[in-house]
Nanobody, 123 residues
Framework: QVQLVESGGGSVQTGGSLRLSCVVS????????MGWFRQAPGKEREGVAS????????TYADSVKGRFTISQDNAKNTAYLQMNSLGPEDTAMYYC????????????????WGQGIQVTVSS
């Protein structure tokens, strides 16, 4: 059973930064899609960033390009999301996602999920 545990959320002011972490257990951390999705109240869940662990290739939603960076530490079975220049529009529950898929990582809105972690950005 794959398990994901997120950490690092919280509250910041506009322009601030946060780093989310996602530790994966229960499966070898190789050649899978790791991703971060978010869901704001009243909105659909959206893919924010993803990385294919086999190559380290990242993909970003247009709304976060240039501000967010996804990375991985294979030795620690951990994926990270560095979020800079945060704005109120980034306020949401953020979820870590693990999946093996043939479709582009960021489009795979399924798989194993973490419990979610809140990010709140105040103006």
């Amino acid at each position: 059973q794959v398990q994901l545990v997120e950490s690092g959320g919280g509250s910041v002011q506009t322009g601030g930064s946060l780093r989310l972490s996602c530790v994966v257990s229960g499966y070898a951390y190789r050649r899978v899609c790791m991703g971060w999705f978010r869901q704001a109240p009243g909105k659909e869940r959206e893919g924010v960033a993803s990385i294919y662990t086999g190559t380290g290739s990242p993909t970003y939603a247009d709304s976060v390009k240039g501000r967010f960076t996804i990375s991985q530490d294979n030795a620690k079975n951990t994926a990270y999301l560095q979020m800079n220049s945060l704005g109120p529009e980034d306020t949401a529950m953020y979820y870590c996602r693990w999946v093996i898929t043939d479709i582009p990582c960021l489009e795979a809105d399924f798989g194993y999920w973490g419990q979610g972690i809140q990010v709140t950005v105040s103006s």
